[in-house]
Nanobody, 120 residues
Framework: QVRLVESGGGLVQAGGSLRLSCVASGSILSVAAMAWHRQAPGNERELVASITTIGRTTYADSVKGRATISTDNAKNTVYLQIDSLKPEDTAVYFC??????????????WGQGTQVSVSS
């Protein structure tokens, strides 16, 4: 069973920075891509940033220039650094991964989410 566990959320003042981490564990054979999504109250879940194992990244326009997604492939960990945080960045941030495991083959998985709150 593949499991994603996020950490690093919290309450931050506008203009501050935050670094989220997500560790994938289980009988993982390979990771194709990892990503961060977020969902604010009343809104749909949206992609914030994604990264493939060859380092190709994509960012939502709302965070472009302020966010950096990176991975430690040896640790099956993905990070999201967001600088110059804005109140509109407030949301639950979810980790997502496309993973091949010994038990299930290829599949997609979600973490439980970590709350990020930005005060003005």
């Amino acid at each position: 069973q593949v499991r994603l566990v996020e950490s690093g959320g919290g309450l931050v003042q506008a203009g501050g920075s935050l670094r989220l981490s997500c560790v994938a564990s289980g009988s993982i054979l390979s990771v194709a891509a990892m990503a961060w999504h977020r969902q604010a109250p009343g809104n749909e879940r949206e992609l914030v940033a994604s990264i493939t194992t060859i380092g190709r990244t994509t960012y939502a326009d709302s965070v472009k220039g302020r966010a950096t997604i990176s991975t430690d492939n040896a640790k099956n960990t993905v990070y999201l650094q967001i600088d110059s945080l804005k109140p509109e960045d407030t949301a639950v941030y979810f980790c997502h991964a496309t993973v091949s495991s010994r038990v299930s083959g290829w599949g997609t998985y979600w973490g439980q989410g970590t709350q990020v709150s930005v005060s003005s």
